[in-house]
């Protein structure tokens, strides 16, 4: 199955290349790579360029946003499997998309995610948190359970279905789509227990600023989608979050 990994960037210089490289030394041979940058100014185009002749397509222009960023790269997806990893983040592992290319076609599923591991922003290697997704079950975003977006592969053609990233939500419009995709349609989705990702600690939606309009915007998303949201979303949620800083894998 032929998986198209989509990263977007602005002005990440300072980690894009580790991103790059943990994507191109994917063991998946059957990988398409396509970066879509917002017009960065600080030397993140350059870094790029260097590895042009092993990414399946650049595209560096304005946009309206990451999800605006993020539709683009879907559209230009030729892949099967389409999934996301930002700019400063990498794969743990040089058989992550292999194995859960292996695992979504084995078991004849719409989608499929796994673990992710926070680390230190200026070393990329310290364990900070470790999210450890566990099993859906019906109704578990209501009680703050989530997906961490860049551990989520989903078939191409669900965004055709059901429709692609919400641009009028800033911060939390993966958590609509996966909320979309995975509670109202019912698509067939498993767990694989495995860390798949390691995310670099300080993106926006980790700031004081970016939790709040997340938070917002997460009561939009039900909303949007016609669905109730529990009280106890906004207790469980912080809670699952504690819980995660002293967790780490086994």
């Not at 092993?54 to 879907?74: A, L």
């Not at 099967?80 to 983040?89: A, M």
């Not at 419009?173 to 995709?181: C, G, I, P, S, V």
Request: hydrophobic share 40%.
């Amino acid at each position: 199955m032929k998986v198209s990994v989509i990263t977007t960037s602005l002005n990440s210089a300072e980690t894009i290349e580790a991103t790059i490289r943990s994507v191109l030394c994917q063991d998946c041979e059957d990988a398409e790579y396509i970066i879509v940058d917002a017009g960065s100014t600080d030397g993140t185009c350059e870094i790029i360029a260097r590895y042009a002749r092993r990414i399946g397509k650049i595209i560096s222009e304005p946009d309206r946003g990451v999800y605006h960023g993020m539709n683009k790269g879907v559209r230009l997806a030729k892949g099967e499997i389409v999934c996301f990893l930002n700019s400063d983040d990498t794969y743990v592992k040089r058989t992550a998309l292999t194995e859960i290319a292996q695992f979504i076609d084995k078991n004849g599923l719409d989608a499929a995610y796994g673990d992710l591991l926070y680390v230190d922003r200026r070393t990329g290697e310290r364990i900070t948190r470790f999210w450890k997704t566990g099993k859906y079950r019906k109704g578990a975003f209501t009680f703050g359970w989530a997906i961490p977006h860049p551990a989520f592969f989903c078939r191409r053609d669900l965004f055709e279905k059901y429709g692609y990233f919400n641009e009028n939500l800033k911060v939390a419009a993966d958590f609509e789509l996966m909320l979309r995709f995975i509670e109202k349609h019912k698509i067939k989705i498993r767990y694989l227990p495995k860390v798949l990702v390691r995310m670099r600690t300080g993106g926006k939606s980790n700031r004081l600023s970016g939790i709040i309009q997340g938070n917002k915007e997460i009561i939009s998303s039900f909303r949007l989608n016609n669905m109730g949201l529990s009280p106890w979303f906004f207790i469980c949620k912080p809670a699952l979050k504690f819980s995660q800083v002293f967790s780490r894998p086994t």
